[in-house]
């Protein structure tokens, strides 16, 4: 272990749902911290639900409640757990709008220690969006959140979700859409936006000095020249050379078919997908159980699991935590790679 006087700000993660599977990947990942030599963080949770389920599962976890200035020095020893006050009966495998409170709060709590730069990124683990909804929860959803969180009261940031594991990034321009809707809501400065994101946190969290961005085609066949759909060459070729005019290495449309297999992935450093499917379906194929979400375009650095809830096995001792420790693992390294690059 590092001494105290050198460790990093520690990560910030949050219990997700509790009912859900996130406080017991907490526990494993913890358990597992100096095998996989994961980076220090705390857990944002209810303490006696974590110390409940560290019992039902035999993990034998300790455990101690502390402030972020003494995580370093417990970590060693017990998982870290900055205690929420908003606590409510919990039941793995059970959603319970009452447990949306401090859900809620375990994410503002999260964002605001790592603006207070006592945490040095956000973790999150999954929450259910069906649950915050029955409970007032006004945002679409997680990311949109985490935006109204960053804007301080201001004009939220675009945030763009990037799948990313060791052999793939892809980020999806349209993302929780019915099908029908894309073609509508995918426009040319809407895909020219997200692939400046993208590139900017390439070369500052991922230390790409020239990224290079390969967009796919919203029809089949990038649109077969018209015969198969106007979109791409009436939208999508547009932002290809407005990207390039400001000075960003895009290439295509290439039909999306195509653009996935080990040759192709060599071509590029991420991939920019019309819609969910198309960007989600390659990445799980490839990486299942290691998958990262990353939100770009947040003034501070968020990962997290890519995988829901999975009620239906929490609490059974039989969840994985391989995605949250590659969270965990990729939010130290962009840490990392920000304060080489910060100016």
Request: glycine fraction near 8%.
């Amino acid at each position: 272990m590092r001494s105290e006087a050198t460790m990093p700000l520690p990560l910030a993660l949050t219990q997700g749902d509790p009912a859900g599977i996130g406080p017991e990947l907490a526990l494993l990942a913890w358990q597992r911290r100096e095998a996989l030599d994961l980076p220090v963080f705390a857990c944002i949770a209810d303490l006696d639900h974590l110390a409940r389920l560290s019992r039902r599962l035999s993990l034998d976890v300790p455990l101690v409640a502390c402030d972020w200035e003494d995580v370093g020095r417990h970590f060693p020893a017990a998982l870290p757990v900055i205690p929420l006050d908003e606590v409510s009966a919990i039941e793995p495998g059970r959603p319970d709008p009452a447990t949306a409170p401090g859900t809620i709060a375990a994410i503002s709590r999260a964002v605001a220690a790592v603006r207070q730069e006592k945490a040095g990124a956000v973790v999150t683990n999954p929450i259910a969006k069906s649950v915050l909804y029955a409970a007032g929860f006004a945002h679409p959803g997680h990311t949109e959140y985490l935006a109204h969180l960053a804007a301080d009261g201001g004009m939220p940031p675009l945030p763009v979700m990037m799948l990313w594991c060791a052999e793939l990034a892809v980020v999806p321009v349209t993302i929780h859409v019915p099908l029908r809707a894309v073609p509508d809501l995918l426009t040319t400065e809407l895909i020219v936006e997200t692939g400046v994101i993208v590139a900017r946190a390439l070369k500052r969290s991922f230390g790409i000095t020239a990224p290079r961005l390969a967009l796919s085609g919203l029809n089949p066949h990038a649109g077969e020249s018209g015969a198969l759909g106007h979109e791409d060459a009436a939208v999508v070729e547009p932002a290809v050379a407005r990207l390039r005019a400001v000075g960003i290495d895009a290439s295509g449309p290439y039909p999306a078919d195509t653009m996935f297999h080990a040759r192709a992935r060599a071509g590029y450093d991420a991939a920019l997908a019309m819609y969910h499917d198309q960007a989600l379906i390659p990445i799980k194929t490839i990486a299942f159980d290691e998958g990262v979400n990353v939100t770009l375009g947040l003034p501070f650095i968020r990962t997290s699991p890519d995988h829901g809830t999975a009620f239906d096995i929490a609490g059974q001792g039989i969840a994985r935590p391989d995605s949250l420790v590659a969270a965990l693992k990729l939010a130290a390294r962009m840490v990392v790679q920000h304060e080489q690059t910060a100016p």
